[in-house]
């Protein structure tokens, strides 16, 4: 599943490019994704606009138009962004084709389905992104993350601190693979409830998190999915992962065996002589 590194590698490769473009056409197939197709909207306020620019807000991406209106796609489990030239034949699982000009088409591709796409008319586009954010948790390469934030709102919560990391009502686009190398990286037990973490242990979270987060980015996302970054080239953080999928190996700190476990239904991966609880 792409996490925000992923969300992020594609939205940069697609910056290089898109600003400025116009799009001409836009088709689709008739799949629903985790819900219908908005048609009329792309046709009405996307078709015949130009691209202004793109931002992300959690694993959201949010192309901007000159008209003021906001197409949101989510990639979902397996979805993918891709910037092709005119030309390429449509393929299995192709849910959305924006043909641009310049030669250049923009196309998202889904097997599995579990992406949306919106779009937010210019009318309404600061209202209902506003709404959009409020259920979406801080940004965690923003200077919102930050222990005083992080602190005022685990107070009364006894959950794990890798079930809040990963709760996109608290902290945005942090997803499984992540959640793990982060807690490795700050060396704290995966089960450690929330409320119990002192200040300096948040700290040490919000630095490995940045840290990793920024890593992933730089070299390009990761391929533990089928994802791809724009340009087709695979991304090579996979091969650096410290615990993820790394059950019965030795810790590369300590040399003692790296554990498996499920927290919160989802595969979990610490070492216990290096991960304690605070
Ligand atoms: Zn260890």
Known sequence: ????????VTRRGLLQDLPGCLVKKITWSNKSLREPIPRKLLVRYIEGNRIKTIDRRAKFLLFRMVN???????????GKISLLSVGEPRARHDHLRLFLD?????????SRRFGSIAVWPPAESIQLE???SRNIGVEPLSNDFHPDNLMAQ????TQPVKTFLMDSR???GIGNIYANEILFDAMIHPLT??????RQAWEKIILSAKKILQEAINSGGSTISDFLGTSGNPGYFQVKFKVYGQGGEKCRKCSKN???????GRSTFFCSHCQTMK
């Open 258 to 264: 790296i554990y498996k476990t499920v927290i919160g």
């Open 170 to 172: 608290r902290v945005a």
């Open 193 to 198: 409830p929330v409320n119990r973490i002192p």
């Open 154 to 157: 685990v107070r009364r919560r």
């Open 1 to 8: 599943m792409p996490e925000l590194p992923e969300v992020e």
């Open 68 to 78: 003021n209106s906001t197409m949101v796609i989510h990639l979902g489990m397996t």
């Open 102 to 110: 310049k030669e250049k088409e923009l196309r998202l591709n889904d």
């Open 130 to 132: 506003k709404n959009f």
